[in-house]
Each structure stands twice: as structure tokens, then as C-alpha cells.
Nanobody, 119 residues
Framework: QVQLVESGGGLVQPGGSLRLSCAAS????????MGWYRQAPGKERELVAD???????KYVDFVKGRFTISRDRAKNTVYLQMNSLKPEDTAVYYC?????????????WGQGTQVTVSS
């Protein structure tokens, strides 16, 4: 089992920045990738960015050049630095960890942290 705890959300003005943190605990040795998803009201949860255990990163088009995912192995923590925030970035942001067991993928989720971009 993996436990994930997010922090760092809040209210920010358009053009501002926030950094989200996700601390992992438990069976962290089994994690193959971690990432950030978001869910806006009335919309499905969508991938924002992820990072593999090898350090490869992936971003969706709407955050490229604005968001950066990174990790601190010593702290078992993954970060999402969000710059140039837009009102459409408003959503609950969820941390995700994936554990691959053969053809089975186990997903672990944090509780979510609200990000609101508004003037």
C-alpha cells in the first residue's frame, strides 16, 4: 500500500504561481511512476504531468512550458511547480502513484488539493 498526501493548493491571481507537493509513504519501493491529475467541476479527471522512476517526464499540451514536475528521492516527494496560471487551471489537483505488477496497474490517489485561479 502507498499513501499520498498533497499540500500547496490555494487561491492565486491569474499569472501567479503555486507549488504543489505530494509526500509518499508506505510501500514506496513498488512505485513505478508518480503524477498529477486534475478535475474541474463537471469535467473528468485528466492527467497533467507524470514522472517515472527513471526520471522521464511527460506533460499534457495545455501545461507545457508553464508547469514542471520534479521529485526529491530523499524526501519521497513529488512536486508540481505551476507558473503563469490561468483561470482554466482551476481544479482539484490529485497526486497519483502507479504500481505495475505484470499486466496489472495499481493506482493510488491522494485526497486532492484545491487550486483556484481568480482575480
Amino acid at each position: 500500500q502507498v499513501q499520498l498526501v498533497e499540500s500547496g493548493g490555494g487561491l492565486v491571481q491569474p499569472g501567479g504561481s503555486l507549488r504543489l507537493s505530494c509526500a509518499a509513504s508506505g510501500s514506496i519501493f513498488s512505485i513505478n511512476a508518480m503524477g498529477w491529475y486534475r478535475q474541474a467541476p463537471g469535467k473528468e479527471r485528466e492527467l497533467v504531468a507524470d514522472i517515472t522512476s527513471g526520471g522521464s517526464t511527460k506533460y499534457v499540451d495545455f501545461v507545457k512550458g508553464r508547469f514542471t514536475i520534479s521529485r526529491d528521492r530523499a524526501k519521497n516527494t513529488v512536486y508540481l511547480q505551476m507558473n503563469s496560471l490561468k483561470p482554466e487551471d482551476t481544479a482539484v489537483y490529485y497526486c497519483n502513484a502507479k504500481e505495475y505488477r505484470g499486466l496489472v496497474v495499481n493506482d493510488y490517489w491522494g485526497q486532492g488539493t484545491q487550486v483556484t485561479v481568480s482575480s
